[in-house]
């Protein structure tokens, strides 16, 4: 895709985000709205956004490359965790804490699928829901251990249980068996998954608007934390994979999702585990705020 027509798809999303920064600022969309549309966007758009991205004719090459994104996706975030580990010691435990966990997991779906699906189409959603796997594995074990030191006794059960790893599965049996949905039942599911992209970008630019201005810019961690997510780790992925010849599906997918701003689970995850939740939602705020920037560049690298 030629690369202006890719900057003028990623203008769009966020021209999307502030109409939502728009409407939330007008209470329009209210902030108990923006709760119940994410909740909504997470258990119902986004799986079936998944299941109709699995909706084609069974292919081994298209397999190949969905099992490439799966290990790629574990080795980025295998990597990024070391990367964390060192990388602010010098911080107090809890800033240490939200910025590690910013810097191994971006926010590969709820920004991430809206990008791939506006870039490649449905094969970009195939590949990213691929991807996102290792992220809610080591996001419901590895990021609670970041926050409170210990591991969850249910994270198994929240892991087979969470919509997308079980929208996933679905998807999977329909591509492996070469199961092919009935037209009204098909377009049924990808009406209201097509709603994700819209609407994720929408609840994003309603959650900026709830942060304070004043604020969000204060101390110099949020944007080194947001630089280390938004540019160095993409390109140090963009070095190391481009080493491996990777098929190029495979590989902008991949670059492109490690691109993404701070996970939006981040305050979430700080506030239930007694991290510095004030830090997590600034760092979600500028990171989203740097990546209307650093997205296209990104991009247009690739």
Same mark, same amino acid.
């Given at each position: =895709? ?18 939502? $920064? ?7 969309? @209210? /902030?108990? %709205? ?8 997470? +258990? ?15 292919? +081994?090459?298209?397999?190949?490359? /969905? ?35 910013? @810097?191994? $997991?971006?926010?590969?779906?709820? %920004? ?22 290792? $992220?809610?594995?080591?996001? !419901? ?54 709603? @994700? ?8 630019? /309603?959650?900026?608007?709830? *942060?304070?201005? #004043? ?5 110099? &961690? ?5 630089? %280390? #997510?938004?540019? *160095? ?14 098929? &190029? ?10 691109? =993404? ?9 700080? &506030? ?9 939602? #600034? ?8 990546? *209307? ?5 990104? !991009? =247009?690298?690739?």
């Amino acid at each position: =895709m030629e690369g202006w027509v890719v900057v003028s798809q990623v203008i769009t999303l966020f021209l999307i985000i502030i109409i939502g $920064f728009y409407a939330r600022k007008r209470d329009i969309i @209210t /902030a108990d %709205m923006t709760g119940k549309l994410s909740h909504f966007m997470l +258990q119902i758009t986004q799986p079936l956004l998944i299941i109709s991205s699995f909706n084609f004719e069974f292919s +081994q090459e298209k397999l190949i490359n /969905a099992i490439l994104v799966l290990a790629m996706s574990t080795f980025i975030h295998l990597f990024s965790m070391l990367v964390g580990k060192f990388l602010y010691l010098r911080y107090p435990e809890r800033m240490r804490r939200v910025l590690k966990f910013i @810097t191994v $997991f971006s926010n590969c779906g709820f %920004m991430g699928f809206p990008v791939l699906d506006s870039v490649f189409g449905s094969i970009g959603v195939f590949y990213g829901a691929l991807y996102v796997i290792p $992220f809610n594995v080591l996001a !419901l074990s590895y990021g609670v251990m970041v926050f409170s030191g210990r591991s969850d006794k249910d994270t198994i059960k929240k892991i087979l249980t969470h919509p997308v790893i079980i929208s996933v599965a679905v998807g999977m049996i329909l591509f492996l068996f070469n199961i092919q949905l009935s037209q009204s039942v098909s377009k049924a599911v990808s009406m209201v998954g097509s709603m @994700t992209t819209p609407l994720s970008m929408l609840i994003v630019g /309603a959650l900026l608007a709830g *942060v304070p201005f #004043r604020q969000m810019f204060k101390g110099n &961690e949020v944007y080194i934390g947001s630089v %280390m #997510r938004l540019v *160095v780790l993409p390109l140090i992925v963009y070095g190391l994979l481009s080493l491996l010849r990777l098929p &190029e599906d495979v590989f902008r997918v991949c670059v492109i999702l490690s691109a =993404m701003p701070a996970a939006a689970n981040t305050a979430i995850f700080a &506030e239930k585990y007694g991290g510095d939740s004030e830090l997590a939602s #600034r760092c979600i705020s500028i990171s989203t705020l740097l990546s *209307v920037f650093t997205i296209p560049l990104i !991009l =247009m690298l690739l």
